[in-house]
């Protein structure tokens, strides 16, 4: 932020989806899993940090069949080509998924890589069965084959944080999701 000068103050971000709608949308993400999910197969979820941490948090409260928890960085290449490409970290392939049932979970499905790229790895190791499930999904053409199973709502194609999601680490803590303005996304890098 300090790059390009400008630091917007909470209060200043306009809000793209309010708490109480993050919520609503949180518990008929939790109630379609739930419906989809035997009450008697153990559930491994796996979410992509950072951004996935406060989805994960809340949704898992509401989740009633026996769960597992897994955390694995995935970050897109930087460089001029961002975004193009992204760097599985080993976590994802050091999980042991052969025949369990696997919920991959993103706060925010953009372009589609780095879903695309953990769901491979993940399917590669033979899981039982594999679902994604995305808060947002930005609306914007996609290069890549990927139709998450549970997505929260559809938002607009702009940059947005709160939510788990980030710009240079900041903002993640918001309880809502809002958009950062051009002029203060561009001094910070995504993950
Ligand atoms: P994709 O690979 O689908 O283009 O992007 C997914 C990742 O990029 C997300 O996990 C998130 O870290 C980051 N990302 C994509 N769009 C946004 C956005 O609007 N805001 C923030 N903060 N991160 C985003
Ligand atoms: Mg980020």
Redesign the pocket.
């Known amino acids: 932020m300090a790059a390009s000068g400008y630091a917007p103050r909470r209060t200043d971000l306009p809000v793209v989806i309010s708490e109480a709608r993050v919520r609503h949308l949180v518990r008929r993400l939790a109630a379609a899993i739930c419906a989809d999910h035997s009450e008697g197969d153990t559930l491994v979820i796996v979410a992509?940090l950072k951004?996935a941490v406060v989805f994960l948090a809340d949704l898992i409260r509401h989740l009633t069949m026996p769960l597992e928890i897994e955390l694995v960085n995935a970050r897109?290449y930087s460089g001029t080509r961002r975004?193009e490409a992204?760097e599985i970290l080993d976590d994802v392939l050091e999980l042991e998924l052969t025949g369990r049932h696997v919920l991959l979970l993103?706060?925010?499905?953009?372009?589609?890589?780095?879903?695309a790229a953990v769901l491979g790895a993940i399917v590669a190791q033979a899981p039982a069965s594999v679902k994604t499930c995305v808060l947002l999904r930005?609306r914007r053409p996609r290069t890549v084959d990927i139709e998450p199973e549970y997505v929260g709502t559809d938002i607009p194609d702009?940059?947005?944080?709160g939510y788990g999601?980030?710009?240079d680490n900041r903002w993640r803590h918001l309880p809502f999701v809002a958009e950062l303005p051009e002029a203060a996304a561009s001094g910070g890098g995504?993950?």
């Open positions: 992509v951004a897109s975004r992204v993103d706060c925010v499905l953009d372009s589609g890589h780095t879903l930005k702009v940059f947005v944080v999601l980030d710009c995504e993950e």
